[in-house]
């Protein structure tokens, strides 16, 4: 079966100061990664996905950056945080291809941004 | 672009009614539309998709209903109980790119009470 795994499950970090989150999904291959982030009280946001290694797409214009270093890895980086980058970001994949509809989602990391 | 409307953010009700959640979109009639729950503080978790061609679609206490004309879609829980409190989420399809990338709702809080 396929798990997917973020970490740390909790941050805080002063301003300015880089950021790296990291997700991986096991028993699968070639799934479509997605990075969301969630405001106290709101809906998610979808920040990144990518479809493949090294292919990364952006939805939201922000100082954060993602990368896929492996197929089934993705990272959620910034150079300098701000204190709007403060929430909860989860980590999602789902199986590519036709019909995969359905996005399984990690245990999320709580950021908060002092 | 596509803008969805959970009908509000909280709603209370008596463990044993039926709990009835409201999903509404405003442009164009999604392929599928999905229902999540999420915990406090976890990721959501898939409960139910239904296709644009289906009217209605059920799973154990649970159905969803999902009407092109009205561009809503209705979520219910029969005899709901306590650990049916949650935040729903309702998601529906952008349709294009290989991603299958799909926007959420902002939510609505469930809580039963004994």
């Known amino acids: 079966s396929q798990t997917i795994h973020q970490w740390p499950a909790t941050l805080v970090q002063p301003v300015g100061s880089p950021l790296s989150l990291e997700c991986t999904v096991e028993?699968?291959?070639?799934?479509?990664l997605y990075w969301y982030r969630q405001a106290a009280g709101r809906g998610l946001q979808l920040l990144f996905y990518?479809?493949?290694?090294?292919?990364i797409s952006s939805e939201v214009p922000q100082n954060l950056s993602a990368s896929r270093p492996q197929d089934r890895q993705f990272i959620l980086s910034s150079k300098k945080l701000l204190l709007s980058d403060s929430g909860f970001y989860l980590c999602?994949?789902?199986?590519?291809?036709?019909?995969?509809?359905?996005?399984?989602f990690g245990p999320g990391t709580r950021l908060t941004v002092l | 672009s596509q803008k969805i409307e959970q009908n509000s953010e909280a709603l209370n009700i008596q463990e044993g009614k039926t709990a009835t959640l409201t999903c509404n979109y405003t442009?164009?009639?999604?392929?599928?539309l999905q229902w999540y729950r999420q915990d406090p503080g976890r990721g959501p978790v898939f409960l139910l998709l239904?296709?644009?061609?289906?009217k209605e679609k059920r799973k154990e206490r649970l159905k969803v209903t999902f009407d092109t004309t009205l561009k809503q879609s209705l979520f219910h829980i029969t005899a709901s109980q306590p650990a049916d409190s949650a935040t729903y989420l309702c998601?529906?399809?952008?349709?294009?790119?290989?991603?299958?990338?799909?926007?959420f709702g902002s939510g609505t809080r469930l809580s039963i009470r004994p």
């Open positions: 999602a994949w789902n199986p590519r291809g036709k019909g995969a509809d359905t996005q399984y």
């Open positions: 028993g699968t291959s070639n799934p479509n």
């Open positions: 990518s479809v493949g290694i090294g292919q």
């Open positions: 442009n164009y009639s999604p392929a599928y």
């Open positions: 239904i296709r644009e061609n289906e």
């Open positions: 998601a529906l399809d952008q349709g294009y790119s290989s991603a299958s990338k799909i926007i």
